[in-house]
């Protein structure tokens, strides 16, 4: 409103100076000279009042919404349902394991505990476990496993998640290529990130077909537990039994 005002006085006041050498008549000139000072009045006036779309509340806010959403307190149950969890389960002569594949589709890095307890087949409970990992960054997975003493035939299990407030997290700037060797795989993992990379583990669970059949896990550190920005380190991963899969994860943090 206040440009369009501004725009009818420019016209009237190039009319009046017109006039004045134009040869009209005394009283058109008055009635110009009477609608541009009416006019002038006006475009004063709107110029002490904020156009409509810049209007604000008397408490200074501005009519718009905010373009910042502000952060809410973190929910642990409602960051539970975002997680997604595979079970998988592995026993040997000699070993056996539980495995909990996470994947953090909250837009939280977590902290994640993991209490589990097993049983046999008559309902018994016959082993309870603890596990849990640190700087789980948002978008990516981690692995945690248990190893009860005995075989068992059911396990129940329970995640805790706070928000990582203590770490930062590193797997998006961790990358690995895996070169296919009698009884094993061997890792390639590379940092490209800017800081060093602390404590990087790395994960190995083989399959054959969609059972798991091996399981490996190493450090991928140097002697002073990082991996250094820009450098790769090599880490054989053991599997003593026929696979053909497997799946890599990594934790670590700085």
Known sequence: MKKILTFILAGVLAVSLAGCSSGISQEEYDAIVSERDALQEQVQNSSQQPDKAESTDDDGSSDEPSKEVPEGEFDAEAV??????????????????????????????????????????????VGAKSSGQDAIESGYNTLVYFMPDEKYSKMEYELDVSEEEYYEC???????????????????????????????????????GDTPVGFTSNYITDDDNELKPGKTINQEMDCYEDFDSYKVFFSGRR
């Open 80 to 125: 539970l349902k975002q997680l997604e969890v595979t079970e998988y389960h592995y026993s040997s002569d000699y070993w056996n394991y539980a495995f909990l594949i996470i994947q953090n589709n909250s837009p939280y890095n977590l902290s994640i505990s993991a209490n589990a307890n097993f049983y046999d087949e008559d309902g018994n409970l």
């Open 170 to 208: 590193v797997q998006s700037d961790l990358s690995y290529e895996a070169s296919e060797a009698e009884d094993k795989i061997i890792l390639s993992v590379t940092n490209n990130g800017e800081e060093p990379a602390e404590f990087v583990e790395a994960y190995a669970l083989f399959f054959n």
